[in-house]
């Protein structure tokens, strides 16, 4: 990914909220990555998977989606177990873990406060995953983890909310035969609620590589 590319700025900050945010945490935590969190995965890859936002502990600090903190616990073991990555654990932006056949990114690149990006950040912000949308081969398969997720690949997509209402384990047909998966998203306070349990959420992977196989 080149900087300044269409598909991620690393020194953007067109959010001035989320900019001075992420100064300010820089302060607190002068270690983290507390910049714009890259997508994982090489370009062009069958699956990709659109979480919400950076966490702040998690990949804020690491630099990496879903990486150091509770999000990425059922994520990556989920993804593993499925044949989508190398390994059931993430730990660092350069440990060996490795995709297969998989992007993940997030519709908000910059950590929100509160973990609750503003609608204009996500519009913002929608640029870089017009271009990611774009490069999920035809008949790929696209995951959003949570309402948020997947509004923001309605919007890359051209489609209206009304169109691909948000349900956990709801389909939609996407342009160039791919197809949209809807999850609730793999956070602490879903799966320890268990409005999300590894049953639900292994059942939407297990789909993702049916229709790739298919």
Known sequence: MREGSANFDPGCRRCARLAAFLDEVHGRHPRYHCRPVPPFGAGRQRLLVVGLAPGLHGANRTGRPFTGDHAGILLYRTLHAHGFASLPVSVAADDALELRDCRITNAVKCLPPANKPLPAEVRECNRYLVAEVAAVPAGGVIVALGAIAHAAVLRATGLKPAEAPFAHGASHA?????????????????????????????????????????
């Open 174 to 214: 996407l342009p160039q035969s791919r197809v949209l998966l809807d999850s609730y998203h793999c956070s602490r306070y879903n799966t320890q609620t268990r409005r999300l349990t590894t049953a639900m959420f292994d059942g939407i992977f297990a789909r993702a590589r049916r229709l790739l196989t298919s």
